[in-house]
């Protein structure tokens, strides 16, 4: 994952050098909403929709956002903003971005951005 994807590493705050304007730019935010779809057949593993992944050095086990080491060292900011009430957690019984308008309404317009 780290030596072969060129783009969420970097923004995940992954790589050896942490760049500390992600943090910074996401302490900004009065909410972060993350969808996860139960049925997705294109991320993997689902869980990282919330920042959760495979434990390390395997592809079974999938560890939630809050055991993995970069919620603990807070290298994104995720951990200050959960303790702030500012990361939201939704699911959806459906398969990647299949969402219906009115869901989208109800679960993330009206309550986060009206």
Known sequence: YLKHNTFLPDINNELEVKNETYKANLMHLDNFVMVKFNKDSMVQP???????????????????????EDYKEDVLGLRELKAGGKL??????????????????ENIIKPFLA
Request: proline letters at 0%; a negative charge; aromatic letters at 20%.
């Open 46 to 68: 689902r869980e990282s929709s919330w920042f959760g992944f495979y434990a390390d050095n395997q592809d079974k086990v999938v560890q939630s956002m809050e055991e993995t």
């Open 88 to 105: 939201h957690f939704l699911d959806v019984d459906g398969d990647h971005l299949r969402f219906s308008d009115d869901w989208f309404l």
